[in-house]
């Protein structure tokens, strides 16, 4: 049994965190250690300390952003000095889940970082973005293997010198396994959904302001700091027949409800923040696993594979997007059942099961 520590910032929403600590303790029989960290004010309440799932010590208190991240650091040395046995892999979430390992790589037999997203302007203040970003590439050179979940972060690490070798494609996608069966053919129905955290980067009020135009329906599963402005907005425009929001749910609910819908997944995002052009949305794969085709904003990378395997739709701006919503108001059965043909086609890819074994083969060599 190899015994691994895994240190990660979350949110309330479950991603790639939580599906690759379920995979090694589920599917790989690892002793897992785990130190969580709350992404932000509106994530979980407490750092805590976890082994197999079960909390053993936990921390609670708030910090601006940027100190939270080098308090969390201390917080992840401190326990990561506690644990009672030599760990066989280590691995950080980010830059700032990656440095303790680094700093105590005597104790770690081999370090993984698992690079859930990529920026070079995470924060506002220069002197501040420019110590992020020197953490981030000391971390990636000195780890020994680097996943990213894009081309373009590879391409942009190696740019950086990291070397080829160690970096691993590694995408998001959905335990198939736990999926269930899903049904291929649906009855279309003019209605879209949106899952996931809702902030003003995601775009979400640009898909608002268009339903005034149009007879479609929306369902927002899901929360963040960009809610409140959100109801405001369908309050505003007198949406509120046409807009349902379900707040936080359990994921499985979640997906539950995506296996039985038959519209279209949203997945609209801006450039405000570059992350948005690097990251690989899970609820894009989420959306495709459930046979239901995506609209998506042109930003982030998957919506190339949208686009030339003809998933759903890809759009650059409202002016798109209004035609795309037109476009769907209109079709018709066949058409829709072409799109989901053509998920059928490559949802396969998105097996998280066949994706982070990879990333076991690679951690053991």
Request: net charge positive; with cysteine.
């Amino acid at each position: 049994m190899k015994t691994v520590i895994q240190v990660a910032h979350i949110t309330q929403t479950p991603g790639p965190v939580q599906f690759l600590a379920d995979y090694l303790i589920k599917e790989k029989g690892a002793n897992l250690y785990q130190i969580y960290h709350p992404l932000n004010q509106d994530s979980l309440p407490k750092s805590f300390l976890a082994h197999n799932q079960k909390i053993i010590k936990e921390l609670n208190f708030r910090a601006p952003a940027i100190i939270r991240y080098f308090i969390d650091a201390i917080i992840t040395s401190y326990w990561l000095l506690k644990l009672p046995e030599e760990v066989d892999l280590g691995i950080g979430m980010n830059c700032f889940d990656t440095l303790p390992l680094i700093i105590f790589r005597k104790k770690i037999k081999k370090i993984i970082f698992f690079s859930t997203d990529f920026s070079r302007k995470r924060f506002n203040n220069p002197l501040i973005n420019s110590l992020y970003v020197k953490v981030d590439q000391f971390c990636a050179k000195k780890a020994d293997l680097l996943c990213c979940n894009t081309q373009r972060t590879i391409r942009a690490r190696t740019s950086e010198g990291v070397d080829k070798k160690k970096l691993l494609f590694t995408p998001n996608g959905v335990f198939f396994n736990l999926l269930g069966k899903v049904n291929p053919h649906k009855t279309y129905k003019k209605s879209l959904f949106y899952i996931g955290y809702i902030s003003k980067e995601h775009g979400l009020q640009r898909v608002i302001k268009l339903l005034p135009k149009f007879d479609i329906s929306l369902v927002i599963a899901g929360g963040g700091e960009y809610e409140n402005e959100l109801k405001q907005l369908v309050r505003k425009l007198k949406l509120e027949n046409k807009v349902k929001f379900l707040g936080r749910i359990e994921h499985n609910k979640v997906i539950e409800k995506l296996k039985k819908f038959s519209g279209f997944g949203l997945a609209p995002y801006n450039d405000s923040n570059e992350w948005t052009k690097y990251c690989d949305p899970v609820k894009v794969k989420e959306y495709l696993s459930c046979f239901v085709p995506v609209i998506i904003s042109d930003v982030p990378e998957v919506a190339r594979l949208v686009g030339e395997k003809r998933l759903g739709f890809v759009y650059k701006d409202e002016k798109d997007l209004a035609k795309i919503i037109k476009l769907i108001t209109e079709m018709k059965q066949d058409e829709y059942q072409e799109l989901l043909d053509n998920i059928k086609n490559v949802r396969s890819s998105f097996d998280l099961e066949i994706i982070y074994e990879k990333i076991w083969q690679e951690a053991l060599k």
